[in-house]
Structures are given as C-alpha cells and as structure tokens.
C-alpha cells in the first residue's frame, strides 16, 4: 500500500490503487493500529520475564506500530502523481493520518500511554533488550511529535494535542527525579524536541501556560548540557561506558542547538524568567567543555576533525 509504482503489478492503475489504499487507511489500518496497542498493552507484563520469545514479540508488535507511525498516508486524488512520485520514501517528516483518526490521535490516553510504556520499561532492570524497546518507544513518540495535515488545522485540537503531549514529556523526564538518561536515548529525546518545536512552531509554545513551557526550557536545558559535556572525550566522563558511536552525542547536539535557535527566534524573552538563567548555563558548559585543555590531552586525527566543526557551534551560539 505504501509503494505505488508497484500497481500495475496488481492489475491496477494508479488511480484505483489510491483509491483501494486511501480506503484502508481511513478504516482498516486504524483498526489494525488500535489492536496493536491493546496487544502491547497485554504484552508488557512479560517484557519482565527472561523468555526470549516474549521480547521478541514485544519488539514485534513495536516494529508493527512504528511502521504504521512512518505510513505515507494518500493525499488528495488531485495529488496522486505527486503522491507516487514521493512515496518510494516511506519516513516522511510528519504522520498525516485522514480525519477519521480523529477521535483516536486526540484522545490524551494515546500519548500517555507511550510514556507509560517507556517509564514501565525504565523501571526495569537495565538490559540491552530493554534498552533497545525503549528507544523504539521513543521513536513512536518522535513520529507522534510529526503530527500534521487536517487533523492539527483546528487551532485549539492543535493546542490541546501539543499541550498534552509536553505535559507528559516533562513528567516523564524532568519531574522524575530517579530517572536517568542514556546518552543513546538523548538522540531520540531530541528528535522528539526538534519535532515539536518544527512542526507546532513557537506559537503554538507561547500558547501554552507559562509553568509548563518554564519545564518544558528547562528539560531541554538539562539535554542540552548533558549532551555538551559528552560531546568532548574527557578522562572523567561518567558516560563513556554507553557510548557505542562518538559521532551521536555532536550530532544530537547540533540538533538541539538548532531547536534553540529556532525557539529563541520568535519568543517573548521577557515571558519566561528563567530563560536567562538557562541560556547562561547552557553557554557556561560550553565554555568549560569545548576551551578548557586537559594536561593529559593528545591530539589525534579525530580531535581534529571535531575542531573543524566548532566554527558551526559557535554559529549557533550568536
């Protein structure tokens, strides 16, 4: 359904196969969706046990819902060359499913229930398994971030999904005082953060109540640094047991650094008082991760390349 120019291989125009797959999109695969969450809501009592074959299907039936967060929803009939022209590319950058989805994107339970998942599978014993299932929850949670088309051009539904999910995100990982973070599910997190301040702009931020977006900066905030200081390979980095590809940490970053950007392009300054105090600390950390020289430190081929990159940084700092 999501590849058209294999049509004619099932006997049918282009035309036809929009119609079939629009069809199932508005009715079929919403119901497909909402089995998949009731099965994954049955499943993560046994996500704790030592059965393979439980993990297996609990990865089975996230891989299942991650797909159907990618799906290249049908546009328009008036667009359905530009359609096929654009699908052979299944991860678009926003989930436009039809105005029949309606009642179930807006309910708040949908998102609350992703990170109840993830805050479920946290308070497990760490493992690799369970660190892998949550970072595809949080890749569902990146899509749902995606969120665009109809659905979100009622200004208050907008507001209202925008508010929910912020509302949720914070209570997962600011309000939660035990929870620690991974360097790998940074790079989710911030995908989830660049997401929601691309696609809902600063507008639909400034709409919200001053105490959730105040929480809102300051997990941002906390990411931020965190992913600053582990941007530079230091002898005392409490991180360097996790990370696996030192190329994640400067990449997350610069994204983050974008979504500042872009957030502190169109905000009230004076609306926010700890904006300042953010900013403040954000550029400290940088200061004291990126100039100060380590005695032990040698230069190699990499470090080198990392230092071409700081122009870019500092860029983004103006």
């Not at 998942?117 to 595809?136: G, V």
Request: charged share 20%.
């Amino acid at each position: 359904f999501c590849i058209f120019f294999l049509a004619n291989e099932a006997g049918l125009t282009v035309e036809q196969r929009h119609s079939v797959k629009r069809d199932f999109e508005e009715n079929e695969l919403k119901t497909v969706f909402e089995l998949l969450l009731n099965k994954l809501q049955s499943n993560l009592s046994s996500i704790s046990s030592s059965q393979s074959s439980d993990h297996h299907l609990f990865s089975s039936i996230l891989t299942a819902i991650e797909k159907i967060l990618l799906w290249n929803f049908s546009s328009s009939f008036s667009n359905t060359r530009r359609t096929m022209e654009s699908s052979s590319n299944v991860e678009t950058i926003d989930w436009r499913p039809p105005v029949s989805w309606k009642q179930l994107v807006f309910d708040q339970q949908l998102v609350e229930f992703f990170f109840h998942i993830y805050a479920t599978l946290k308070s497990m014993n760490e493992t690799k398994s369970l660190l892998q299932r949550r970072c595809q929850i949080l890749r569902c949670l990146s899509q749902l971030a995606c969120l665009n088309g109809s659905l979100v051009s009622d200004e208050q539904c907008r507001l209202r999904y925008l508010t929910t999910f912020s509302y949720y995100f914070v209570q997962t990982f600011l309000i939660n005082s035990t929870l620690t973070i991974n360097l790998i599910e940074c790079f989710d997190i911030s995908n989830i953060i660049a997401n929601l301040i691309t696609l809902f702009t600063v507008k639909g931020f400034c709409s919200m109540n001053n105490d959730l977006c105040n929480s809102f900066l300051q997990l941002m905030s906390q990411i931020t640094i965190l992913l600053c200081r582990t941007t530079i390979t230091s002898s005392n980095n409490q991180l360097d047991k996790i990370i696996e590809d030192p190329t994640i940490a400067k990449e997350t970053f610069d994204r983050l650094l974008q979504a500042w950007s872009r957030l502190l392009y169109g905000i009230d300054f004076g609306r926010f008082a700890n904006l300042r105090s953010l900013a403040i600390e954000i550029f400290d950390t940088y200061l004291q991760t990126h100039l100060h020289i380590n005695d032990n430190y040698e230069t190699n081929d990499f470090d080198l390349a990392d230092n071409d990159n700081d122009d870019d940084d500092r860029d983004l700092f103006r």
